[in-house]
Every structure is written in C-alpha cells, then in structure tokens.
C-alpha cells in the first residue's frame, strides 16, 4: 500500500472531502499565518479552531504582504492535529513552483488545495515586487487536478511515483462584476475540475440566493460543493468600509444598522472621551452583535439549496469561530 | 507606437557625468509622436542642459540632432560625425534607439534620456494608454479586440478576478477592468461562447520568457554572393 488514499470511493479522503460527501453541512475556518517566523502564533490560532472546523485555510501571503507560506503553516497543522487547506496563487509562483511546492505540500501529509489568482502586489508590503501570473487560478486548478486523476505534470509528462492527490477547491466572487458572468466563471472552474468552492464574504443573503438560483439553474450545484463565505463583523465601521471599499462585497444597510444599534448606550459619545472601560463595553457589544449576525447568516444561508457549507472567515480574531458555530448548532462536527 | 516619458532632469545631468560635449539625439517616429523625444524635445533638452550646467557652474558644450529613425544603421550613418565628436551622447530615442547608438558605434557612449514606457496609443490629446506586450502569440481573436495580456493588470486569460467593480480594476480605480471590457463587447457581438471555455495554460516561449527574440524572413535577406 503506497501513501495513496485514493480509495473507498474518494477522490482524496480527506476529512472535508469525506463530510462533504456525507452530506453534513460542513465548516472551514482560516488562519493567517504569522509576518514572522512564529509557529507558536500558528499553534496558538489552531488551538482556538481544533474541533470546531472541518478544515483550515492557510493563506497564501495574503494581500501580498510576506507572512509563513501557507504550506509550512499547514505542516503544523497537521503536527497539531488539524486539517490544512493550502490556499496557492498564481500571483508568486510559476507553473514549476506551483507543482514542486504541490508535490510537497502532498509529501508532508496536506490534502486539501484552494487555488486563487491572488491580490494584486500593488496592496501588499512589496508593491514593487515582480509578479508572476503565469498561469491563472482556473488552469491551477485543472493543472492539479490533472496531476491527480490523469497522473500527469502539466507539460504532459507523466508521473513515475506517486501523485500528489490534493481536494481542490477554488474561490467566486458571486457579486464582484460584470456580475452576469459570475456564474459561468464558477462552471469554467467546476470545469476545470474543482470539487469545491469557496465564496467571498456574505452579508447580503438575497443576492447570494439569486446566485444560486442561477447555480442550481446551471445544475452547477450537483457537481461542486458550495461553501458560503461568512465572517464577523467587528464594528459599524468594518461593515462600511467593506461596502465601500472591498470590490465583491455587499453589505445591506440592515446590517450596518445592527451593528450601529449595538453601540447604542454609547452613541453621542467620542472615542477621545470615553474611559477605557467603557470603548472595552462598547466593543464587546459591538462584536457579540456580529458574531450573533454570522450565526444569523449561517442558518438563513443553510436553508439555500446547494449550499454544502460555510467558509468561516474569522481571521485575526480566530476566537471568534467557536461561539460562531455553536451558536450556529454546528457543534459537535460529525465524526466522518 | 512605442511610448516614452523623458527621464528627470537631475537623473539625466547625473548620467552625463563631466563630460564637456554633449549630443542629444532626438528620433523622428514613435518618440516624436508622443512628443517625449523628436526635434522639439531635443532642441530644448539641449536648452535645458546648457543652462543648467552653466547654473551649476561647470558649463557643458550640447548641441543636438534628430533622425529619421535611430533604430536603422543607414539613418544613424548620417550622423556619424557629430556621435565621433561628442564625449557623451544622450539619446532620446526608445531603448532600441539607445541601443542602435551603442551597437553601431562601439567606441562611443551613449546614455538614455528616456524611460521607455510601454506599446500604446494616444486614447486622448495628452493621454497615452497601454495596449500590447508583444507576447508573440495575439490572443485578440478570442478577446473581442481587447488585450488581456496587457490590460489586465494579472494578465488572466480566464477572467475576470473577484476584484473587479464598477468596471474598473482593484488596483485602480482609473484602470478599466480589461475583462469587463471583453464580456461587454463580446456579449454585444453575441460571442459569448468564446469565453465560456477554459483557456489553456499560455506558451509564454514566444513572449520574452523564452529569451531575446528574433525574427528571419529569409525570402526578405539579400543574398550573399559565395566567395
């Protein structure tokens, strides 16, 4: 018997792999890997999801600011007895880098793959830096895909040993525009090969359900497992600056009036004059108020038919996740 | 046409060094039409540099040309004369330019007064675009006559990203997301289709990737006569 688990009837048999097909509603949450060589800040992060999240997302220098690579985080991970998803873009690496780092990642024991084009390096902490984009992430993910079912490299070589056999995953952006084509980019990615996606954040869930609807339409739904992308907000600013700022991102009035009511016994008043107790008050409200509105989405987002799952994206406030998913009655996770 | 910005005044006098003679060398296409290096701009770089160098105290002799086209050996021929005599000669041509002087002039030196900037096209009277990257392989049959190469800020053959908005890109809100602008025009031709499949993994070998390039056109070469 070779290290190969492509047995049983999975693709990969990952544990998110083996939720997902049991039909459990599934939870990933994700971890941003230290901007130094801490692994104790990773051990730490992984403690606060152990348990309560099917798999974590390691992001790959995220924003394009130079943290621990997403492969290396996932190694201890899986040390700490966790399930990694790596996330790779095409922003840093070739089509050689993107499969040796593939061949590894598999070798260290990690099995499941969120391929991203990337943010642009312009945002990050070396806008000067050269980009790659060799490939994109729809040919990522046919590429590893490939090297996983047809046993090949990309070139078309093909493999001597053992495959790297990674459940691939890839992300949509259901509102980014021109928001008509949203849905065939998800098809051009389901067929490319991906098993499952992840989507941007969701806030405004009657969109999202028009989304799906065309999804459902496209009967994209019955080949590809959909995790919605939820994650808490911390403050009626967060919710603002999202609307505004983050391209594929709604955030309905009604939301930003939740978050703004929770501040209430403190409205009128200015940062600068406000003890030091009373901004800790003001704060803890305002984020059990988004913690109760991710709970809140995560079960109006559970009625949408093909949603598979949620992608819980709680990231520098990992201790967010466990009150967000018992409060969801998605905890204990199902033993698979 | 090839475009070009002229380069700091200051970056310029420091590349020039203290040397006494100087030669702008002014270019009559591409540089000229974007009016960052033809005769009018050589005429006042060489202006400029006079009367700055005298400011500072150690005054340089400059005197300028302009030809037809720097990057053809019969053209830089005509003005052999003026490059021997020069201690420095500052090209205000495109990097091809620059590098014509060098090559078909070997004992001379010659520096640049232009960043070349990018293949484009005046959009508007002042305003330059980029539009080409001379990848080597046009993929603008599938693109409606849009480059996803050069404009989208990725390069994505299979766009757009998730940071598209409003039809501009993440980077900028000024910069036209490329693929919005392929599915608008490839939706109003009812062409679509050509964007629903997966477009593989690009050759990139033609593209610089692959190492300098060069083109034979062996029914365009003259004949060597055989000795």
Same mark, same amino acid.
């Given at each position: 018997?070779?290290?190969?688990?492509?047995?049983?009837?999975?693709?990969?048999?990952?544990?998110?792999?083996?939720?997902?097909?049991?039909?459990?509603?599934?939870?990933?949450?994700?971890?941003?890997?230290?901007?130094?060589?801490?692994?104790?800040?990773?051990?730490?992060?992984?403690?606060?999801?152990?348990?309560?999240?099917?798999?974590?997302?390691?992001?790959?220098?995220?924003?394009?600011?130079?943290?621990?690579?997403?492969?290396?985080?996932?190694?201890?991970?899986?040390?700490?007895?966790?399930?990694?998803?790596?996330?790779?873009?095409?922003?840093?690496?070739?089509?050689?880098?993107?499969?040796?780092?593939?061949?590894?990642?598999?070798?260290?024991?990690?099995?499941?793959?969120?391929?991203?084009?990337?943010?642009?390096?312009?945002?990050?902490?070396?806008?000067?830096?050269?980009?790659?984009?060799?490939?994109?992430?729809?040919?990522?993910? %046919?590429?590893?895909?490939?090297?996983?079912?047809?046993?090949?490299?990309?070139?078309?070589?093909?493999?001597?040993?053992?495959?790297?056999?990674?459940?691939?995953?890839?992300?949509?952006?259901?509102?980014?525009?021109?928001?008509?084509?949203?849905?065939?980019?998800?098809?051009?990615?389901?067929?490319?090969?991906?098993?499952?996606?992840?989507?941007?954040?969701?806030?405004?869930?009657?969109?999202?359900?028009?989304?799906?609807?065309?999804?459902?339409?496209?009967?994209?739904?019955? %080949?590809?497992?959909?995790?919605?992308?939820?994650?808490?907000?911390?403050?009626?600013?967060?919710?603002?600056?999202?609307?505004?700022?983050?391209?594929?991102?709604?955030?309905?009035?009604?939301?930003?009036?939740?978050?703004?009511?929770?501040?209430?016994?403190?409205?009128?008043? %200015?940062?600068?004059?406000?003890?030091?107790?009373? %901004?800790?008050?003001?704060?803890?409200?305002?984020?059990?108020?988004?913690?109760?509105?991710?709970?809140?989405?995560?079960?109006?987002?559970?009625?949408?038919?093909?949603?598979?799952?949620?992608?819980?994206?709680?990231?520098?406030?990992?201790?967010?996740?466990?009150?967000?998913?018992?409060?969801?009655?998605?905890?204990?996770?199902?033993?698979? | 046409?090839?475009?070009?910005?002229?380069?700091?005044?200051?970056?310029?006098?420091?590349?020039?060094?203290?040397?006494?003679?100087?030669?702008?060398?002014?270019?009559? /296409?591409?540089?000229?039409?974007?009016?960052?290096?033809?005769?009018?701009?050589?005429?006042?770089?060489?202006?400029?540099?006079?009367?700055?160098?005298?400011?500072?105290?150690?005054?340089?002799?400059?005197?300028?040309?302009?030809?037809?086209?720097?990057?053809?050996?019969?053209?830089?021929?005509?003005?052999?004369?003026?490059?021997?005599?020069?201690?420095?000669?500052?090209?205000?041509?495109?990097?091809?330019?620059?590098?014509?002087?060098?090559?078909?002039?070997?004992?001379?030196?010659?520096?640049?007064?232009?960043? /070349?900037?990018?293949?484009?096209?005046? /959009?508007?009277?002042?305003?330059?675009?980029?539009?080409?990257?001379?990848?080597?392989?046009?993929?603008?049959?599938?693109?409606?006559? !849009?480059?996803?190469?050069?404009?989208?800020?990725?390069?994505?053959?299979?766009?757009?990203?998730?940071?598209?908005?409003?039809?501009?890109?993440?980077?900028?809100?000024?910069?036209?997301?490329?693929?919005?602008?392929?599915?608008?025009?490839?939706?109003?031709?009812?062409?679509?289709?050509?964007?629903?499949?997966?477009?593989?993994?690009?050759?990139?070998?033609?593209?610089?990737?692959?190492?300098?390039?060069? !083109?034979?056109?062996?029914?365009?070469?003259?004949? /060597?006569?055989?000795?």
């Amino acid at each position: 018997m070779t290290t190969n688990e492509s047995t049983n009837g999975y693709l990969v048999g990952s544990k998110l792999e083996r939720m997902l097909k049991a039909g459990h509603f599934a939870v990933t949450g994700e971890l941003g890997p230290p901007q130094s060589a801490d692994g104790d800040e990773i051990r730490e992060k992984a403690a606060l999801l152990k348990g309560y999240v099917d798999g974590v997302n390691l992001t790959d220098n995220q924003t394009a600011i130079v943290r621990i690579s997403s492969i290396a985080a996932g190694t201890i991970l899986v040390q700490e007895g966790l399930e990694p998803v790596i996330q790779m873009t095409a922003r840093d690496r070739n089509r050689l880098a993107i499969q040796a780092d593939l061949l590894g990642a598999y070798a260290l024991g990690m099995r499941n793959l969120l391929c991203l084009t990337g943010d642009h390096q312009i945002f990050g902490n070396h806008p000067t830096a050269k980009h790659v984009f060799d490939i994109d992430s729809i040919q990522m993910v %046919k590429m590893v895909t490939d090297m996983r079912d047809e046993k090949k490299f990309q070139c078309g070589d093909e493999f001597k040993g053992i495959e790297p056999r990674f459940f691939t995953g890839a992300a949509s952006a259901p509102f980014a525009d021109p928001i008509d084509f949203r849905p065939y980019r998800l098809a051009k990615k389901v067929n490319a090969g991906a098993n499952f996606i992840q989507t941007q954040l969701v806030y405004d869930v009657d969109a999202f359900a028009q989304f799906m609807e065309k999804v459902r339409e496209m009967g994209l739904h019955e %080949k590809v497992y959909i995790l919605a992308g939820v994650g808490p907000l911390k403050s009626p600013g967060m919710a603002r600056y999202m609307k505004k700022n983050v391209p594929g991102i709604l955030v309905p009035d009604e939301i930003i009036d939740r978050m703004n009511e929770a501040g209430k016994p403190w409205a009128g008043k %200015k940062s600068s004059e406000m003890t030091k107790e009373e %901004k800790r008050a003001r704060s803890k409200a305002r984020r059990e108020e988004g913690i109760q509105i991710c709970i809140d989405l995560i079960q109006q987002l559970r009625e949408i038919e093909g949603v598979a799952g949620v992608h819980v994206m709680a990231i520098e406030w990992e201790e967010a996740v466990k009150p967000i998913v018992e409060g969801a009655g998605l905890y204990p996770r199902p033993s698979v | 046409m090839i475009t070009a910005e002229q380069k700091p005044l200051d970056e310029i006098k420091n590349l020039l060094g203290n040397e006494e003679k100087v030669l702008v060398v002014g270019c009559g /296409t591409c540089v000229t039409v974007c009016f960052a290096g033809g005769d009018r701009e050589a005429q006042l770089l060489a202006s400029s540099l006079r009367m700055t160098t005298k400011l500072d105290g150690h005054p340089m002799e400059v005197s300028d040309v302009t030809v037809q086209r720097q990057c053809e050996w019969e053209y830089l021929d005509e003005i052999e004369d003026e490059i021997m005599e020069a201690d420095v000669v500052l090209s205000i041509a495109c990097g091809i330019g620059v590098q014509a002087i060098a090559e078909h002039f070997p004992e001379c030196w010659v520096v640049p007064g232009l960043n /070349t900037t990018f293949l484009g096209l005046p /959009t508007e009277q002042g305003i330059w675009e980029e539009r080409c990257m001379a990848c080597g392989n046009c993929v603008l049959g599938v693109t409606g006559g !849009i480059c996803p190469i050069a404009r989208c800020s990725k390069s994505l053959l299979n766009g757009p990203c998730g940071g598209s908005e409003d039809g501009h890109c993440e980077i900028d809100a000024d910069v036209p997301c490329a693929w919005q602008l392929i599915y608008d025009r490839l939706a109003g031709k009812d062409q679509l289709d050509l964007i629903l499949e997966i477009d593989p993994p690009k050759d990139w070998s033609t593209a610089h990737d692959g190492g300098p390039r060069k !083109i034979v056109r062996e029914d365009l070469q003259l004949e /060597t006569e055989e000795s």
